[in-house]
């Protein structure tokens, strides 16, 4: 099959790209050229700019390919010009949206037919974490009324796995890898889910080998927070309650991944997958991704998310409760 992603060389989009070529498919990628690309000279590459609408697709003039994968539609501005260009010229559109379309959805577990935020308007550009699922929400809504029932929308949970350059996951495979005492968030009760970028990679493979349609959660393994922690091989660590931590202002961007339970978003940590899994998603054993990410970050600098300094204040705050 001729395949085109919009994206390709960055993360979701390059192992999905990996993905198809590994299927004997042929890929092309569309995107501005402007980051580092690994793929083999056998991609083909076109040039363009979607922040530019139609002005900017006119490499995708007179092609035909059987599917597209979008992993770089996040605005409407985006998403409707290239939606309404290959509607004529290929088969089937892959959306990659994000869990986040549900907002902060009280019911669990959460699953597809749970109602999903309202919609931002089409002329919103700015993305950012409250515009972000609403955003998402509206460009699902575009592909859906162009495509109708040769449209997959994927809804993944936080995506981790090698070259992840958001840092989530990094964060605590490198912090238990330098060793000492380490902030374990809340009582080891609370939850975390992720996907492996790898299993998402595949399944948008066999979606489109397979012509299915319809609207799927991509989520792997809930852990508690004491499994994972368990699983990172955590040594020394030192259990930090919620209230603490919220108490110091820290977010789930300082200290990734970890919400509390019956907290804020708490409830895109318990994702329902059966319906992919019956669809075909297989998921990797978590430890095979904490294997394979700590191989990839090694010698890599660690990010730039919660500071020493703050983690011993939360730890000493925390021990001098059992005082």
């Given at each position: 099959?001729?395949?085109?992603?919009?994206?390709?060389?960055?993360?979701?989009?390059?192992?999905?790209?990996?993905?198809?070529?590994?299927?004997?498919?042929?890929?092309?990628?569309?995107?501005?050229?402007?980051?580092?690309d690994?793929?083999?000279?056998?991609?083909e590459?076109?040039?363009?700019?979607?922040?530019?609408?139609?002005?900017?697709?006119?490499?995708?003039?007179?092609?035909?390919?059987?599917?597209?994968?979008?992993?770089?539609?996040?605005?409407?501005?985006?998403?409707?010009?290239?939606?309404?260009?290959?509607?004529?010229?290929?088969?089937?559109?892959?959306?990659?949206s994000?869990?986040?379309v549900?907002?902060?959805?009280?019911?669990?577990?959460?699953?597809?037919?749970?109602?999903r935020?309202?919609?931002?308007?089409?002329?919103?550009?700015?993305?950012?974490?409250?515009?972000?699922?609403a955003?998402?929400?509206t460009?699902?809504?575009?592909?859906?009324?162009?495509?109708?029932?040769?449209?997959?929308?994927?809804?993944?949970?936080?995506?981790?796995?090698?070259?992840?350059?958001?840092?989530?996951?990094?964060?605590?495979?490198?912090?238990v890898?330098?060793?000492?005492?380490?902030?374990?968030?809340?009582?080891?009760?609370?939850?975390?889910?992720?996907i492996?970028?790898?299993?998402l990679?595949?399944?948008?493979?066999?979606?489109?080998?397979?012509?299915?349609?319809?609207?799927?959660?991509?989520?792997?393994?809930?852990?508690?927070?004491?499994?994972?922690?368990?699983?990172?091989?955590?040594?020394?660590?030192?259990?930090?309650?919620?209230?603490?931590?919220?108490?110091?202002?820290?977010t789930?961007?300082?200290?990734?991944?970890?919400?509390?339970?019956?907290?804020?978003?708490?409830?895109?940590?318990?994702?329902?997958?059966?319906?992919?899994?019956?669809?075909?998603?297989?998921?990797?054993?978590?430890?095979?991704?904490?294997?394979d990410?700590?191989?990839?970050?090694?010698?890599?600098?660690?990010?730039?998310?919660?500071?020493?300094?703050?983690?011993?204040?939360?730890?000493?705050?925390?021990?001098?409760?059992?005082?």
């Amino acid at each position: 099959m001729n395949i085109l992603i919009l994206g390709g060389t960055q993360f979701i989009g390059r192992h999905i790209a990996e993905a198809m070529l590994a299927g004997g498919h042929a890929v092309t990628v569309f995107n501005r050229g402007q980051t580092p690309d690994e793929l083999p000279a056998g991609v083909e590459r076109l040039r363009g700019d979607r922040d530019e609408g139609a002005a900017g697709l006119h490499a995708l003039a007179g092609r035909r390919w059987d599917a597209c994968v979008d992993v770089s539609g996040y605005t409407p501005r985006q998403v409707r010009p290239s939606a309404e260009r290959l509607q004529a010229n290929i088969g089937r559109y892959v959306f990659v949206s994000a869990v986040s379309v549900y907002g902060d959805p009280p019911e669990r577990p959460v699953e597809e037919s749970h109602e999903r935020q309202p919609p931002a308007g089409e002329e919103v550009t700015e993305i950012n974490a409250e515009t972000y699922g609403a955003l998402k929400v509206t460009c699902e809504n575009i592909i859906g009324q162009i495509y109708g029932d040769r449209s997959t929308v994927l809804r993944p949970q936080i995506v981790v796995g090698p070259q992840d350059p958001s840092g989530r996951f990094a964060y605590w495979i490198q912090r238990v890898s330098q060793g000492g005492p380490m902030l374990a968030p809340g009582d080891g009760s609370d939850h975390v889910q992720v996907i492996d970028v790898r299993d998402l990679a595949r399944f948008t493979r066999q979606v489109i080998e397979q012509g299915i349609g319809g609207v799927f959660n991509l989520a792997g393994h809930r852990l508690t927070w004491t499994d994972f922690m368990n699983l990172l091989g955590a040594r020394d660590p030192v259990w930090v309650p919620g209230e603490i931590i919220q108490a110091a202002g820290v977010t789930e961007f300082d200290l990734p991944l970890f919400r509390r339970e019956h907290g804020p978003r708490s409830g895109l940590m318990d994702v329902n997958n059966q319906k992919a899994l019956a669809a075909g998603l297989t998921l990797t054993d978590p430890a095979i991704t904490v294997r394979d990410m700590q191989v990839w970050l090694h010698g890599k600098t660690p990010p730039d998310k919660l500071t020493p300094g703050q983690e011993a204040e939360l730890i000493t705050t925390a021990r001098s409760l059992h005082l």
